[in-house]
């Protein structure tokens, strides 16, 4: 079993739709989360990023964590087709120090057609 | 992507041939990885460095050389490339007291071997 799994889709839906994307993991140790966008061609930009269970609000995103199910979710309301791109979990096991080594899911490809 | 630098963005290389991509950043950070993105595979990471003059393998690491002889920069040099080794190359940066867990990425470098 992968670490970090993720329905690679694809998604496609209309613009205005609020979409929802998950991904669930193994590793109880996983402390940071985050979700990163990638447009074709281009590398990652981070989204949203989240400490230990909750939400977090950013605009029309919203991060959730339930860390006693192991599962996290990227919410996008009303969206756009600039919101085509694919979208990567990612998580940190921080023990200390400074190492950030992120653990990714394989993404998610998104399309919003308008 | 602003502060992480790769050269070059595209590059062809012989079987066999050696190279190196640079990977630069301009923000102090401590913490400096090399990721490879395949299709169907996601990001893995190939070499990571917690600070200048440490480095360590990461989940996929043969056939790859890191060092970090300064804060700033964090070359990967493919000692005798193979057709395998054909992917998209991100570098990604990040740590430290201003950045918390925040991991910036490059443009990525996109090598292809023949």
């Known amino acids: 079993q992968k670490e970090v799994e993720q329905d690679p889709g694809p998604l496609s839906v209309p613009e205005g739709a609020i979409v929802s994307l998950n991904c669930t993991y193994s590793?109880?140790?996983?402390?940071?989360f985050m979700w990163y966008r990638q447009y074709s061609r281009k590398g990652p930009e981070l989204l949203m990023y989240?400490?230990?269970?909750g939400n977090k609000e950013d605009g029309r995103f919203t991060a959730q964590v339930d860390k006693s199910s192991k599962y996290i979710s990227l919410f996008i309301r009303d969206s756009q087709p600039s919101d085509s791109a694919t979208y990567l979990c990612?998580?940190?096991?921080?023990?200390?120090?400074?190492?950030?080594?992120?653990?990714f899911g394989k993404g998610t490809l998104l399309t919003v057609n308008p | 992507n602003a502060g992480v630098t790769q050269t070059p963005k595209f590059q062809v290389l012989k079987t066999g041939q050696s190279m190196t991509l640079q990977c630069a950043q301009d923000?102090?950070?401590?913490?400096m990885s090399w990721y490879r993105q395949d299709p169907g595979m996601g990001l893995r990471l190939i070499h990571y460095?917690?600070?200048?003059?440490?480095?360590d393998q990461g989940e996929v690491p043969n056939g790859y050389n890191v060092s970090r002889s300064t804060t700033e920069d964090f070359p990967l040099r493919l000692l005798s490339a193979a057709p395998s080794q054909t992917s998209v190359y991100f570098c990604?940066?990040?740590?430290?007291?201003?950045?918390?867990?925040?991991?910036?990425f490059g443009e990525g470098s996109w090598l292809t071997v023949v």
């Open positions: 923000m102090n950070h401590e913490y």
């Open positions: 590793n109880s140790a996983f402390q940071y």
């Open positions: 460095s917690v600070g200048a003059g440490i480095t």
């Open positions: 989240t400490y230990s269970s």
């Open positions: 990604a940066s990040g740590g430290g007291t201003y950045s918390g867990n925040t991991i910036y």
């Open positions: 990612a998580m940190i096991q921080n023990s200390g120090g400074s190492n950030y080594k992120l653990t």
